[in-house]
């Protein structure tokens, strides 16, 4: 390919300046409209630390007011910017303005928790209309971009690689996917409070909580409680003990992460150490969930029923996608009697290639809501919005 050919792709890609706030110079004419506006964020601590050079990648072929590292900069203010000023720009009588919104798409690079995270920020602006996102498998498990046909492996970060999925985008079906509300109430202290201590250097996407106040519905006298969100899972017990070991040790020694193959491999090495594997043998003395917490759901509205959980379950996974654990498909042939009939908060995903027939669908143990109340008396609720 060209480079004259390569160029003339690329505008259907571009941002101007002044859509995105900057500069002056306004385009009155629909001469140029691009096909696909994307604006970009990348985590450049994903993939081994090879965000960082995707970013000078997508920055050598776009607009590089249209890329953003988001260890620097939050999704969030860069998201209602743009929106407001596409907005002042409508009322100036812009076309541009208008036709940029209506094609805009997002594009997102990093793990599973840097692509919940720009699709928690895309739902609490309620961006209207809501932009499709196109998640990039950087991470390790990448559960999320494979449920969607974007693959699991880390792509390549070459200028040919970038612009093959740039197309890919452009040509991309818009999905469905449901999102859960997960919310954790503790019981007042008398003294002191429950505000996490942030690690230094801790990226933003792990921010997940927000504790509620009055007159939040949710808010209850005697007790702190706080409310996130996921799209692909959340879990407790052992795999949640291994994820933070995985977590803690990559801030530690970020040199023995370097790329996807030996990040899974350290990643099975802590769960082998933590009890995964012969934990009867090995690891006797490891929790199950029936030591760390009771578990309760609802099937119906105010009817809670407590569930039985054998003494061999030692984590608990609540999971909304087809895939878990870097690409492992637990459903199987999915039954439509034990499946949750029910949409819940949707926000838009683009997949090259799949579909699924029935998308609102959550499979699940059929319940509205689950419960889990610990032993230490703090209670975490899964919900819908």
């Not at 002042?88 to 208008?98: H, R």
């Not at 792509?155 to 996917?177: C, H, Y």
């Not at 007790?223 to 803690?248: C, K, L």
């Not at 029923?305 to 061999?312: A, F, G, I, K, T």
Request: net charge positive; hydrophobic share 35%; charged share 20%.
């Amino acid at each position: 390919m060209g480079d004259y050919d390569s160029e003339d792709i690329l505008k259907d890609f571009y941002m101007p300046d002044y859509i995105l706030g900057h500069g002056s110079e306004k385009v009155r004419d629909l001469s140029h409209v691009p096909a696909c506006p994307v604006i970009v964020f990348i985590n450049s601590k994903s993939g081994g630390q090879r965000g960082g050079d995707l970013i000078i990648t997508y920055r050598t072929l776009l607009n590089k007011k249209q890329v953003f590292d988001l260890v620097e900069t939050a999704p969030e203010e860069v998201l209602q910017q743009l929106y407001e000023n596409i907005e002042n720009l409508k009322e100036d009588g812009d076309p541009l303005a208008s036709e940029i919104q209506k094609r805009l798409k997002l594009i997102v690079a990093g793990g599973d928790g840097t692509a919940n995270w720009l699709l928690g920020v895309v739902s609490d602006l309620k961006l209207s209309p809501p932009p499709p996102v196109a998640t990039v498998p950087l991470g390790t498990g990448n559960n999320l971009p494979f449920s969607f046909g974007w693959g699991k492996k880390n792509p390549g970060i070459d200028r040919q690689s970038v612009m093959s999925f740039l197309n890919q985008v452009k040509t991309a079906k818009e999905m469905k996917i449901d999102g859960w509300y997960l919310v954790m109430r503790m019981r007042a202290l008398k003294e002191g409070s429950y505000d996490p201590i942030a690690p230094s250097g801790q990226t933003k996407s792990l921010n997940a909580f927000r504790q509620v106040f009055k007159p939040d519905t949710l808010y209850m006298d005697g007790f702190h409680t706080f409310r996130g969100r996921f799209w692909n899972y959340f879990s407790m017990g052992m795999d949640a003990q291994v994820s933070y070991a995985f977590h803690s040790d990559r801030k530690l020694h970020p040199e023995k992460f370097k790329n996807q193959l030996v990040n899974q491999s350290n990643y099975l090495k802590l769960g082998c150490t933590q009890g995964w594997f012969c934990t009867s043998c090995f690891h006797p003395s490891s929790r199950n969930i029936a030591q760390l917490a009771n578990v309760r759901i609802m099937r119906r509205q105010g009817q809670w029923e407590d569930l039985y959980v054998p003494r061999s379950i030692r984590s608990i996974v609540c999971l909304n996608l087809p895939s878990f654990s870097g690409g492992l498909d637990p459903w199987g042939t999915p039954d439509p009697k034990k499946s949750l009939e029910r949409c819940l908060a949707w926000t838009n995903i683009t997949t090259p290639e799949r579909t699924w027939n029935s998308p609102c669908t959550v499979l699940a143990s059929p319940c509205r809501q689950m419960q889990f109340v610990s032993s230490l008396e703090k209670e975490q609720q899964i919900i819908p919005p």
